[in-house]
């Protein structure tokens, strides 16, 4: 799949790092809140967006790539804010353009992650975005540490972890060339 190979412990770091964020979600066990729909929702157009992205980044340079995200997602979006525009204060204007700078290099970094290793590694690291949301929630808006999200989170740094230490073992071992390159 993109021309990489599926080994066994990146796929099992994907389902443990999805299972962390069934673990945190509940679902079936609490009522999913409006925002975790539109997450799940939005799961597959982000999921599309880093596969177009794994494809661009051979072909294009990650400015580019991150400029044409831009460029479509203002596209895409603005009819949609459009529907509940309310006009900014100086205040929240300028919070917007903190958000946007720190969304843009989270493109940035995201498209040079995924040049610079296959999908299968770089995908059990996303769904530490669900622990570092938690750790907003918890620090910022004092919500209450709830244990599922701590079992979750663990669950997915845990995975994170595994496949990056087994990704650099991999990375370290050498390489023994085929008989044909050793023969004068």
Do not use: N
Not at 21 to 33: D, K, N
Not at 47 to 55: D, E, H, I, R, V
């Amino acid at each position: 799949f993109l021309g990489e190979r599926l080994r066994l412990m990146r796929m099992g770091g994907i389902l443990a790092g999805l299972v962390g964020a069934l673990v945190i979600l509940r679902p079936g066990f609490q009522e999913i809140s409006i925002g975790q729909l539109a997450q799940l929702a939005t799961a597959p157009l982000f999921a599309a967006s880093f596969l177009m992205t794994k494809a661009l980044t051979g072909k294009a340079d990650s400015r580019t790539i991150v400029a044409m995200l831009t460029l479509f997602c203002t596209i895409f979006l603005f009819p949609l804010a459009l529907l509940d525009w309310q006009t900014p204060t100086l205040h929240e204007l300028v919070w917007l353009f903190v958000t946007a700078l720190c969304a843009t290099f989270g493109h940035y970094a995201m498209t040079r992650a995924l040049d610079a290793a296959p999908v299968s590694v770089t995908q059990p690291i996303t769904f530490l975005q669900l622990v570092w949301a938690s750790l907003l929630g918890i620090l910022v808006f004092s919500e209450p540490v709830d244990p599922f999200v701590i079992l979750g989170g663990t669950i997915i740094v845990g995975a994170a972890t595994l496949i990056s230490h087994r990704e650099a073992k991999l990375a370290r071992a050498p390489v023994t060339p085929p008989a044909s390159a050793t023969k004068s």
